[in-house]
């Protein structure tokens, strides 16, 4: 595998339901992101981690928890959500946090509908 | 605080004619100025970048996008586009600042290319 995956791709949950969103970067960086892609918005960032120290929380409800066991591997852990939760979740990875203009490399996404 | 428009949502083109994809920001620092594509089912990848120097930057794929600091601009453009061009395209901009280089995304246009 190279660059960032994603798993799964497509995901389908009730409001009660529990589920996780994996990330996975094969590009030997440090900082590893979430964003939201919903339509017709501009794409929405969740968190960042910086070598698995979590750098950004940008005012994203509780029900979504992310956690960073190591700098190739980012988890969204999803619960209680709600119908306006459906959306593309990307995740990224770059060399370091921002810094000089870094370019940040991003996975195919979990497409996510919350019934 | 940095905010990106894209005024076209859709752009629609005949292949082989030229194409410009506008960008605006709005920003009250000095930044750095992205331009990613989306293909369908797939995450964002960077077409090219501005950092600093020559205000004209080429990309991959045949794109080129011209920084205007007066304008507060980077429109995207390409000479002749092809089918495989048909995509999203996101503009983006950071603060030049270390420790603050979040990524503003545009809400994207979607360049559809006619045969």
């Known amino acids: 595998e190279t660059g960032v995956t994603q798993t799964p791709r497509h995901l389908v949950m009730g409001m009660t339901n529990k589920k996780s969103l994996k990330c996975e970067q094969h590009l030997g960086h440090n900082a590893m992101y979430w964003y939201k892609q919903s339509a017709k918005k501009p794409l929405e960032l969740m968190f960042v981690y910086n070598f698995k120290e979590q750098t950004e929380n940008n005012s994203v409800p509780s029900r979504f928890s992310p956690e960073c066991p190591n700098s190739s591997h980012l988890f969204l852990h999803l619960h209680t959500l709600q119908p306006e939760d459906s959306a593309l979740y990307l995740c990224?990875?770059?060399?370091?946090?921002?810094?000089?203009?870094?370019?940040?490399?991003f996975g195919p996404g979990t497409r996510l509908l919350v019934l | 605080a940095q905010s990106v428009t894209q005024l076209d949502s859709q752009v629609p083109v005949f292949e082989e004619a030229p194409v410009e994809l506008r960008c605006n920001y709005s920003s009250s620092v000095s930044v750095y100025l992205f331009w990613y594509v989306q293909y369908p089912n797939q995450g964002l990848q960077l077409l090219l970048k501005y950092l600093s120097g020559s205000t004209l930057v080429k990309g991959i794929n045949g794109f080129e996008a011209e920084f205007n600091k007066s304008q507060t601009s980077f429109h995207l453009r390409k000479p002749s586009v092809h089918i495989s061009d048909t995509a999203e395209y996101f503009c983006?901009?950071?603060?030049?600042?270390?420790?603050?280089?979040?990524?503003?995304f545009g809400t994207g246009t979607r360049l559809t290319i006619i045969p």
């Open positions: 990224a990875s770059s060399q370091v946090r921002g810094g000089a203009g870094e370019t940040q490399y």
């Open positions: 983006a901009v950071s603060d030049t600042n270390f420790g603050n280089e979040k990524l503003t």
